[in-house]
């Protein structure tokens, strides 16, 4: 078990029957050594009592963004928690969360933080099951948030069904286990990350692409800011980007480099995750090709020419210190391929990925590699989701950066 003492949590309470619950959840903390600051929503306050979390807590509960002395309550909270749990989290709470609708002090708190974030929903089982709240936690869990599920039990109203709050006990296990897991060794350093697939235009309409979704890549750089870095994410694709990044959105070869090259000489880590095209058209039509200019059954001639890589120009110009990180996608022979693109690119670390293995690579939320070193590190990271793939890639950066 990790030691809570002194960790500060924010523990966000929103209007559902479960709130009673988290009363129990705040002296548990309290009593686990942690320093717990109360943020009720009005929809709280129906259910449990101001004072009963005052008491309880390490400071006074709030419930306004308006009713304290200091002028900007939600920025002190969210700047000065290690954690903010939500417990219980309706449905509102969390479509506020993920849309950014900072109406009341929690989802304000919420969105001025960097800490790691815990939600637990609960709420009846229609409710659970709506689209809409699966699509508001599925997003919230691409951007990192830790999301508690609800266990299958007696609801309100007598009705029995998936919605209750978790146990305390499951809860409590989850705080200890996103705080022990927020290591802070990427803080202070710049990283930047790659994602996607390059989108290389043949005519105003149509594009040469390849099946990467970015996934693996956004989430290098969640995993990176979460680690306290300082991430820029230039990336093609259009998913949830970690909170504090700053997102450069490309489409072809050309503009990722043009976006990555300026910024390179000042990074400590770069990580190459997008599948950058080998070859573009050589002519772009201005408009759309039509079939009739082809003749009767005539297909265009697409003709390529090679993109540049600028993988090769970031091996040489590497400034001392700079982690290099590249990717090599593979469906054949692809720890030998791996290694001579890390020698021939000057890479300090290769994440060799067969993509044509089960559930791995392009399109999947699961990866297989083999992180293969410049100082001879080989290391299987065996079928796992993308995140805890991240992980273990910045484990090995931040590895290489401790050796001389
Ligand atoms: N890369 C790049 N610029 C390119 C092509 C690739 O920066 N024009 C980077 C990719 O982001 C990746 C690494 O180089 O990190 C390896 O890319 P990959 O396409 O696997 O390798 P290639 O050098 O294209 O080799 P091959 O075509 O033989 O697979």
């Known amino acids: 078990m990790t030691d809570l003492h002194g ?51 390490s400071e006074p509960a709030q419930v306004s963004l308006w009713d304290e002395e200091s002028p900007i309550p939600h920025t002190r909270l969210g700047q000065g928690a290690d954690l903010i749990l939500v417990a219980p989290a ?30 637990c929903p609960a709420m009846h089982t229609e409710m659970w099951e709506h689209p809409s709240v699966q699509d508001n936690l599925r997003l919230l869990r691409e951007r ?14 007598g009705d029995v069904g998936t919605g209750r709050l978790a146990e305390p ?88 480099e043009a976006a990555v090259m300026p910024l390179a000489a000042q990074q400590d880590v770069i990580v190459m995750a997008a599948a950058v095209a080998d070859f573009r058209p050589a002519m772009v039509a201005a408009r759309k090709l039509k079939k009739d200019e082809f003749g009767d059954g005539g297909t265009p001639q697409i003709v390529l020419e090679p993109t540049h890589d600028f993988l090769v120009d970031l091996g040489a ?14 469906t054949d022979d692809v720890i030998d391929n791996a290694r001579a693109k890390l020698a021939r690119k000057r890479l300090d670390l290769i994440v060799a990925n067969d993509v ?23 290391q299987d990271v065996p079928l796992t989701d993308k995140r805890s793939v991240a992980r273990a890639l910045l484990d090995a950066v931040v590895e290489l950066r401790s050796t001389p």
Do not use: W
Not at 23 to 48: M, N, Y
Not at 317 to 330: M, R, T, Y
């Open 144 to 157: 990192g948030v830790v999301v508690v599920p609800p266990a299958e039990g007696r609801l309100a109203g």
């Open 169 to 256: 006990e499951i809860i409590l296990d989850a705080v200890h286990h996103v705080l022990a897991d927020t290591r802070r060794d990427l803080a202070g350093l710049r990283v930047l990350v790659t994602a996607g697939g390059t989108r290389e235009p043949i005519d105003s309409v149509r594009v040469i692409t390849n099946r990467s979704s970015g996934k693996q890549g956004h989430a290098v750089a969640a995993e990176a800011a979460g680690r306290g870095a300082e991430v820029t994410l230039v990336t093609t694709v259009d998913r949830p980007a970690p909170v504090g990044a700053t997102v450069i959105r490309v489409s072809t070869a050309a503009e990722m």
């Open 7 to 57: 960790r500060r949590i924010v523990l966000g309470v929103t209007g559902g029957i479960a709130a009673y619950k988290a009363i129990e959840l705040c002296r548990r903390l309290v009593d686990a050594g942690a320093h717990v600051a109360p943020v009720l929503t009005e929809g709280a306050l129906h259910f449990v009592g101001r004072t009963t979390f005052s008491a309880l807590a």
């Open 317 to 330: 110009s590497k400034p001392s210190g700079q982690v290099l990180v590249g990717f090599a996608a593979e």
């Open 356 to 378: 044509g293995a089960a559930r791995c690579g392009f399109e999947h939320d699961t990866n297989a590699v083999v992180l293969i070193g410049a100082d001879g590190l080989h």
């Open 90 to 119: 309706t449905a509102r709470a969390l479509a506020a969360y993920a849309h950014g609708l900072s109406d009341d002090l929690l989802t304000a708190t919420l969105i001025a933080t960097r800490a790691p974030v815990i939600v």
